[in-house]
């Protein structure tokens, strides 16, 4: 799969292999300009807003990678929404709920919410990138790690 499908597009499937690289190449676009944001940003809440902003558009990046490696393991790709989505919403709820600065500052309830997320994040990580996908084609496509037949 040439670079641009792995990135970008929602058709066929992603092995455990291809999964990674397009997460850890999205990460490591996030830091970079993460990094250039701090040279030229002169407030630490313009650095937040532009951090914030800049997670949301990497989550998104990361949709079409999810869904092929989903399609992989023979689910729909609408998982992406519970795996990245919920996650997403629960951060920006303890956004908007925080009132002070401090670990003591959110209410316990958006605190479990918040362990809530996480859990999801952890299940989803195990779900893409640790367990192999399905073995042979299956209704997305033929299976990505699959030996090719030899061309004589």
């Known amino acids: 799969m040439n670079p641009l499908d792995l990135l970008f597009g929602f058709q066929g499937r992603v092995g455990r292999g291809q999964f990674w690289l397009g997460l850890v ?4 676009v996030f830091f970079v300009v993460i990094f250039v944001v701090v040279l030229v940003t002169p407030t630490v809440d313009a650095l937040f807003s532009a951090a914030l902003i800049l997670y949301i558009l990497t989550i998104l990046l990361l949709v079409p990678v999810g869904v092929k490696r989903l399609h992989d393991r023979n689910k729909r790709g609408w998982w992406i929404l519970i795996f990245l989505g919920i996650p997403t ?13 401090g670990p003591d500052a959110l209410p316990v309830w958006v605190q479990a919410i918040q362990y809530i997320g996480l859990a999801i994040l952890l299940w989803a990580l195990v779900e893409l990138g640790f367990i192999r996908g399905t073995i042979g ?5 033929p299976d990505p790690v699959a030996p090719k037949p030899a061309k004589h």
């Open 89 to 101: 919403a629960i951060l920006l709820l303890g956004l908007v709920i925080e009132d002070e600065p």
């Open 25 to 28: 190449s999205w990460t490591v």
């Open 137 to 141: 084609s299956n209704p997305y496509g």
